[in-house]
């Protein structure tokens, strides 16, 4: 029999997501030398209540043939993200009409959320010990609502076994692609990707996506040494270049740059080298040594250190990456 894939719909679901398990698994097929490839799962999609509407996140609403019950047949579910989570998303805990609906799933199911449907699997104790991700945004407080979450910010989705979770709406593609490679095989998951048009892996995580604003200083007795800094990033900055632009000796600077910012001298520069780079490969045609003295790194074996170091990924491929959003090339 073809695998089960149920896909549970919750009010506020947002379509993007909740269509990818029927893309991406309906196009997995197995070749047939006839030309009558065989279909190698089986999706229905499902709500917590009976057949009939469920809300969604954009101006319309979506008619669903099945209830809860579909899930006792399932194989594998998949809860797609949703904006109305309620108590869930608030208070970490299940409401009762969700929890009605985990209660048909069987033991061994595997489960499979997209962006911030691991809330559900959060408050429903499949996570419980185990690592997961979620969208960088919402990453934070999805910690601290589910403390015994191991929860991995930079990842684009998560293996661990009979449970997976993914990143926030395109990351489910790759994870629903992983999951078909997982099944079958490697040119079964590259052929799905070819008729979705997409790649059948991308390079890096979360982490070249993460915009990471530095704290607000509770004072500011270093704004005038940051601003300098940032006026010349590209030249060699001392540590007691910033302590003289404040007249302090570099010990108190040291101190005082670390309570305002949350972290060292050092350490900001970098986190400011590598946004300025970030820049520069996003919107510029500079080479790759150009930038990197641009950036003050001074040279490309710098600048790769840093910026795979802190994005998961090298200048290239993020050039690559996000001028490709830009010019469509």
Known sequence: MRHRV????????????????????????????????????????????????????????????????????????????????????????????????????????????????????????????????????????????????????????????????????AAGIDLCLHIVRRDHGTAVANDVARRTVVPPHRDGGQAQYIQRPLPEPRSATTTGARAWALGRLEQPILLRDLAQRESMSVRTFTRRFREEVGVSPGQWLTQQRVERARQLLESSDL???????????????SLRQHVQAALGVSPTVYRRTFRSEVTGR
């Open 287 to 301: 080479s790759i040594d150009q930038v990197a003295r641009d950036a003050g790194f001074g040279t490309a074996t």
């Open 6 to 169: 149920a896909v549970l719909a919750l009010d506020g679901v947002i379509p993007f997501e909740l269509g990818i398990p029927q893309r991406i698994f309906g196009r997995a097929r197995r070749p047939d030398p006839t030309g009558d490839d065989e279909p190698l799962y089986d999706i229905v999609t499902c709500s917590v209540r009976p057949p009939g509407p469920v809300r969604t996140d954009a101006d319309f609403d979506i008619v669903v043939e099945h209830g809860p019950e579909a899930l006792a047949a399932a194989d594998t579910v998949v809860v797609p993200a949703s904006y109305e989570l309620g108590p869930v998303y608030d208070e970490g805990r299940l409401t009762d009409e969700l929890a009605a609906a985990f209660a048909f799933i069987r033991p061994g199911t595997r489960m499979v959320a997209i962006c911030t449907g691991g809330y559900a699997l959060a408050a429903g104790g499949y996570l419980d010990g185990r690592p997961a991700t979620t969208h960088w945004a919402s990453a934070d407080h999805f910690q601290r609502l589910f403390p015994q979450v191991r929860v991995d910010p930079d990842v684009l989705f998560i293996d661990d076994g009979d449970v997976l979770t993914s990143a926030g709406v």
